[in-house]
Antibody, heavy 117, light 113 residues
Framework: EVQLVESGGGLVQPGGSLRLSCAAS????????MNWVRQAPGKGLEWVSV???????YYAGSVSGRFIISRDNSKNTLYLQMNSLRVDDTAVYYC???????????WGHGTRVTVSS | IVMTQSPDSLAVSLGERATINCKSS????????????LAWYQQKSGQPPKRLIY???TRESGVPDRFSGGGSGTDFTLTINNLQAEDVAVYYC??????????FGQGTRVEIK
């Protein structure tokens, strides 16, 4: 069964850092395009970042220069290093697989990040 | 690419039809593959989103056939026929055309009237 399990969320002060992890099972993260998508409280979905199977990375303008997406193929795990966190980064962060042209599936259950003093 | 959904919310009686519109600021149609890179997702309260439709009109396996997607280029629709109580959710369209960012619509909340 294909499954994604996020971890690493929590409460952090503005300006702080946090690293999210996403453990995959049932497939290899290195074979697909792996994404982070976030959802602020009561708001819609916002695409955050992707790492292609070939290693290329892309970011939303709102996080570019502050967040870094990476993966560890040996652990079959995706990461999101979040630096210089701001109050408006508060959200549930979902890990999602993208198979080219088919859209996003599956989604993890998300990990909550709260940025507050 | 900016995705705009309408309406933001709608209330429909059980057994009736709900129609959600999604407009992209530029075409998401790949002529070489003859496909629209447009997906629809359903998000129920407290759950992660779930893909319902890809390529604008192809239903995910297991999705009831009362859900249908249509449109091409820049204008798309999600139709829910014979609305059921379990269809109460927020629905999002998303384009994944070309180089990211891959953007979502703002969402449409469907409720029972």
């Amino acid at each position: 069964e294909v499954q994604l399990v996020e971890s690493g969320g929590g409460l952090v002060q503005p300006g702080g850092s946090l690293r999210l992890s996403c453990a995959a099972s049932g497939f290899a993260v290195s074979n697909d395009y792996m994404n982070w998508v976030r959802q602020a409280p009561g708001k819609g979905l916002e695409w955050v970042s992707v790492i292609y199977s070939g290693g290329s990375t892309y970011y939303a303008g709102s996080v570019s220069g502050r967040f870094i997406i990476s993966r560890d193929n040996s652990k079959n795990t995706l990461y999101l290093q979040m630096n210089s966190l701001r109050v408006d980064d508060t959200a549930v962060y979902y890990c999602v697989r993208y198979i080219y042209s088919f859209g996003f599936d599956p989604w993890g259950h998300g990990t909550r990040v709260t940025v507050s003093s | 690419i900016v995705m705009t959904q309408s309406p933001d919310s709608l209330a429909v009686s059980l057994g009736e039809r709900a129609t959600i519109n999604c407009k992209s600021s530029q075409s998401v149609f790949y002529s070489s593959g003859n496909k629209n890179y447009l997906a629809w997702y359903q998000q129920k309260s407290g759950q992660p989103p779930k893909r319902l439709i890809y390529w604008a009109s192809t239903r995910e396996s297991g999705v009831p056939d009362r859900f249908s997607g249509g449109g091409s280029g820049t204008d798309f629709t999600l139709t829910i026929n014979n609305l059921q109580a379990e269809d109460v959710a927020v629905y999002y369209c998303q384009q994944h055309f070309g180089i990211p960012p891959w953007t979502f619509g703002q969402g449409t909340r469907v409720e029972i009237k």
